[in-house]
């Protein structure tokens, strides 16, 4: 959201600043039992008050390239492609995704394998990660909304209809 100082409230975001968040997650409310942890931690003091660090730039630039090094096979490549190229051609959206989306699939692809201790990307990786990285960045047309479609809805059909096509 913004928030305009000439105006009150909060703003959904242009589709161009939209398309530069990688992901986009939802947390949630927080469950009773942790609700109540969440006000003890603050009865005395502030918790990031005692936040320690965890790692160094030292230790974060050989995770970097750890990920850049994770294979994205050719077929998988253009999985990403022809997912992110339906999203333009789906007749219930009004904008699909950009290239800027392409290239997120494939990023967080690389860095989900490498996170799950694969040298790899497997076309899961790419499935799992396709509502956080591609529904913020679509924007379903209003007659398709009056009909209950959303982005999500959308995707999940698109992961469907979308065959890997494998090298014969």
Known sequence: TQNPIEQEGTYPLPEAQLDRFL??????????????????????????????????????????????????????????????TATRQHPDLALGASPRASLALFKTGQALAAVRGRDHVIPDDIKYLVPAVLAHRLIVRPEAELRGRTAAAVLDELVQETVLQLEA
Not at 25 to 39: H, V
Not at 55 to 65: D, F, I, K, M, N
Not at 73 to 83: K, N, S
Request: glycine share 4%.
């Open 23 to 84: 992901v986009r997650l939802s947390i949630g409310y927080p469950a009773p039992a942790d609700e109540r942890q969440l006000l003890l931690s603050l009865r005395r003091a502030h918790p990031i008050n005692t936040l320690q660090q965890v790692a160094g730039g030292e230790e974060l630039l050989p995770l970097q390239r750890l990920v850049w090094d994770v294979h994205v096979d050719e077929t998988l490549q253009d999985y990403v492609i022809r997912l992110v």
